[in-house]
């Protein structure tokens, strides 16, 4: 049968806030207003991720997952990166940006480094393509390696204060990107999750 769009946006969103709510413990409010904004970016990163000339089967259990090639993850990966930063910020005065970038000594931080390269490339050939799927391929394995890096190095705890920045610096584009390739989507991310 025909599902209404109003319908898989509240069946969406009520999965959302269920996730939401088993995990932290917000208020009904904020878990509601987060899971409009991440409801709405599983949607639209369910239908975008896939090739138009292909069809897929809807599930809003693998839709709605915080983990695999899902609107969710790639938003709780950047909203991880904010809480990186924001850690960061509280606890320094040294403002990190893009010159404190320094060359990889880890396999995880090269192998962002040089997905990040591709950023142009990816952006550029999906435009000549048509293919937003492409974007969220992209952004889909810049996640996954970002999760890599974040799991083998200690970004905060690290004690070289040139290392550190370096790797706050690695993490400050790593969020522009995904930011700039989910709104090219249309996709918004929260500031919690």
Request: with cysteine; glycine share 2%.
């Amino acid at each position: 049968g025909v599902v209404r769009l109003e319908t898989v946006i509240k069946d969406i969103e009520d999965a959302v806030f269920a996730k939401i709510k088993e995990s932290r413990d917000v208020s009904d409010e904020e878990a509601r207003n987060t899971a409009k904004i991440v409801g709405l970016a599983a949607i639209k990163y369910a239908d975008l991720s896939n090739q138009a000339s292909k069809e897929y089967i809807f599930d809003i259990e693998r839709f709605t997952s915080f983990e695999g090639n899902t609107g969710p993850y790639i938003l709780y990966t950047i909203v991880r990166i904010k809480s990186i930063l924001a850690k960061y910020e509280e606890s320094s005065d040294v403002k990190v940006d893009y010159s404190y970038l320094k060359p990889a000594i880890h396999e995880s931080e090269k192998a962002l480094g040089l997905e990040l390269s591709k950023f142009n490339y990816v952006l550029n050939n999906a435009w000549k393509e048509i293919a937003p799927h492409r974007i969220c391929q992209y952004i889909y394995s810049l996640s996954n390696l970002f999760n890599s890096f974040y799991h083998e190095v200690k970004i905060l705890s690290e004690e070289d204060k040139e290392r550190k920045l370096s790797y706050l610096a690695l993490i400050l584009l790593t969020k522009s990107v995904l930011e700039d390739c989910i709104d090219i989507l249309a996709i918004k991310a929260p500031e919690r999750m």
